[in-house]
């Protein structure tokens, strides 16, 4: 049997691995200065940019007024859900749906943004 510390770096691999591999489903995380620390690919394929486009990027760079009435109501609540659009670099534009959770890793605070085209889920 696995030790509680073994157990939890294996569930911390286990978790990380399984939110990466995610299909139709972007995952976003965000620090406190509103700036992408991580995405899964998923996200890039949604974005049609690459990680190391994303990271670094101001949350809703993408998107109208940089989705500042978003940012404002989501960093304020434990978890918000919405809708929104973001117009992709080609010009596609993307509906989304997305819910926005409160977050720590290594005891600091981030914010996780899950998304998905909206209409996609059933």
Do not use: K
């Not at 965000?30 to 394929?45: K, L, M, Q, S």
């Amino acid at each position: 049997m696995a030790r509680p510390d073994e157990q939890d770096i294996l569930h911390r691999s286990l978790l990380g691995e399984a939110v990466d591999a995610l299909e139709d489903v972007a995952v976003f995380v965000w620090d406190d200065t509103g700036h992408y620390v991580a995405v899964n690919r998923e996200a890039c394929r949604l974005t049609g940019l690459t990680r190391d486009e994303l990271v670094g990027m101001p949350v809703g760079e993408l998107s109208p007024e940089q989705a500042q009435p978003l940012m404002r109501r989501v960093q304020h609540a434990p978890l918000a859900r919405g809708s929104s659009s973001f117009t992709r670099r080609d010009g596609e534009r993307v509906e989304l749906e997305w819910v926005t959770i409160h977050t720590a890793i290594a005891r600091l605070p981030f914010m996780i943004s899950i998304c998905w085209r909206a209409g996609s889920a059933t």
